[in-house]
T-cell receptor, first 114, second 110 residues
């Protein structure tokens, strides 16, 4: 399996622009997680899905953030409008279950908002 | 509430041992350990569950003291490849949400 695939790897945009990050989880994994990592705040869970259904989005910082999982093989995280404080590395991770094994992380999308 | 990791950083010579600690003020159901190298994604090391079950890589050992809400990761005979930042993630068994510690940076020198 190719692992969790994220795109784009790097994104530089200007404040106010819409940003869409994409994730393809490992086939057969029922859970998908979106994380954000910054030096100041560390690794934060934004939202997670179970069988394509959003279960907990309490980590989504504001209404500017939204996430969807239209099918088992694709998820998006959208920021509209983007702000400089959104600059971070965004990781997508998938797993077979929560306690049954590991989280497989994608390589991350590094977002810079100018 | 974020678990507290200690030490924040440690420098070792190859072959030396290290212990990384993770403690929480709340009762825990599970503790998850990951290692992240600079510019890369976190990689799974181990899960420790309440009740004693563990799942992880053979060369990594860890403990979970449920009463003290603490976990320790033991790295023996360290190798250069062990360098990176180690994160613990804790879960209280209520909503499948891991809360991550700030990380422990481990530097191994030849």
């Amino acid at each position: 399996d190719a692992g969790v695939i994220q795109s784009p790897r790097h994104e530089v945009t200007e404040m106010g622009q819409e940003v869409t990050l994409r994730c393809k989880p490992i086939s057969g994994h029922d859970y998908l997680f979106w994380y954000r990592q910054t030096m100041m705040r560390g690794l934060e869970l934004l939202i997670y899905f179970n069988n394509n259904v959003p279960i907990d989005d309490s980590g989504m910082p504001e209404d500017r953030f939204s996430a969807k999982m239209p099918n088992a093989s694709f998820s998006t995280l959208k920021i509209q409008p983007s702000e400089p404080r959104d600059s971070a590395v965004y990781f997508c991770a998938s797993s077979e279950g929560f306690y049954t094994g590991e989280l497989f992380f994608g390589e991350g999308s590094r977002l810079t908002v100018l | 509430q974020q678990p507290v990791q200690s030490p924040q950083a440690v420098i070792l010579r190859e072959g030396e041992d290290a212990v990384i600690n993770c403690s929480s003020s709340k009762a825990l159901y599970s503790v998850h350990w990951y290692r992240q190298k600079h510019g890369e994604a976190p990689v799974f090391l181990m899960i420790l569950l309440k009740g004693g079950e563990q799942k992880g890589h053979e060369k990594i050992s860890a403990s979970f003291n449920e009463k003290k809400q603490q976990s320790s990761l033991y790295l023996t005979a360290s190798q250069l490849s062990y360098s990176g930042t180690y994160f613990c993630g804790t879960d209280r068994g209520s909503n499948y949400q891991l809360i991550w510690g700030a990380g422990t940076k481990l530097i191994i020198k030849p």
